[in-house]
């Protein structure tokens, strides 16, 4: 008798339950370390870009949301891009190390920018809004890990992950026109902020996701 070789399918694989466990406890980590810091990334939706949180993230809230932000966006895009075959773990990891080096050339480039043009207190204040809005969407991109994992129907359904990506690239356009629309010359920076330092470094990020999964 011909013994079939066990494959792990996205459906199936030992690690992915294990993967998810462990970015929700950094979840857990980002609000133990940081009280309320969830409920104020919440609230952020609707306030003001200029607005200010009353007390900064510590280091520790800051390194926590950071890991389960690149983590939870690797694996989601390693779940949107799988079709068919082994879900192996090495993709995830080599997607994680991609988003986290995009992640550290974005805010090296966030702060040059805001040295050289003087824009330090705007940017500073986006910058903070954004991510705190990137947090609540990598909060909806790991249930839709859950979703797709015990749905096998969903299985290679980008539309989902596309959907949440939208919302959040609306969200932060809004925000930034709310807050910092003044003249014809303020829209052309906004834009191009948005362009450069929003859409490329996440649409940089899915064509690798895509490579690195379809090719390994």
Known sequence: MISVPHIETI??????????????LLLGLTEWTHQGYIGSCLRSIF???ERRYEDSPKIL???FSVVFCVGTFALSMCTAYYTEGRFSLAPFLLTAIATLVVV???S???GVTAWVFSFSGDLSAIRIHTWALWVITSIFLLAGVLLVVHVPSLTGNRWLFGTL???YWVVVLWKIFRG???NVL???YILIYFVTLEVLPVGGLLWMAQKIVTNI
Not at 14 to 23: D, E, H, R, S, Y
């Open 47 to 49: 306030a003001a870009p």
């Open 180 to 182: 910092y629309m003044r």
């Open 104 to 106: 550290g050339v974005r």
């Open 186 to 188: 303020s829209i052309l």
């Open 11 to 24: 459906n199936s694989a030992v690690w992915i339950p294990w993967a998810v466990l462990l970015l929700t």
């Open 61 to 63: 809230t800051r390194f």
């Open 165 to 167: 990506l939208a919302v």
């Open 108 to 110: 090296l480039l966030v």
